[in-house]
């Protein structure tokens, strides 16, 4: 079974940037689609973005040209790129993995404990 571990969260003031990462381990052959959900206490967890093992983007409209989101297959490991933060993107964010081939067999959907990202001055 995969796992997914996020690092990177923490607080900051509006305005500022924080990179997030999160590996996919296991004996991995394949992962095809990953990507960033976050979740605030009381409200439906969210898609951030995605990335599939090809490169296809996609954002929430709340963080198109602020936050990139990139992945590297070699090491199953994707990364958020969040810039010009605001008090409003503060939530727990969780890693999703989608389409995970490894040597237990499949896993169609993992998802990561969360790390929080807290946004305030």
């Known amino acids: 079974q995969v796992q997914l571990v996020e690092s990177g969260g923490g607080l900051v003031q509006p305005g500022e940037s924080l990179r997030l990462s999160c590996a996919a381990s296991?004996?991995?052959?394949?992962?095809?689609?990953m990507g960033w959900f976050r979740q605030v206490p009381g409200k439906q967890r969210e898609l951030v973005a995605t990335?599939?093992?090809?490169?296809?983007?996609n954002y929430a409209d709340s963080v198109k040209s602020r936050f990139t989101i990139s992945r590297d297959n070699a090491k199953n490991t994707v990364y958020l790129q969040m810039n010009s933060l605001k008090p409003e993107d503060t939530a727990v964010y969780y890693c999703?993995?989608?389409?995970?081939?490894?040597?237990?067999?499949?896993?169609?959907?993992?998802w990561g404990q969360g790390t929080q990202v807290t946004v305030s001055s």
């Open positions: 296991g004996s991995i052959g394949s992962i095809n689609t």
């Open positions: 990335i599939t093992s090809r490169g296809r983007i």
């Open positions: 999703n993995a989608e389409g995970v081939v490894h040597s237990g067999g499949y896993d169609s959907q993992s």
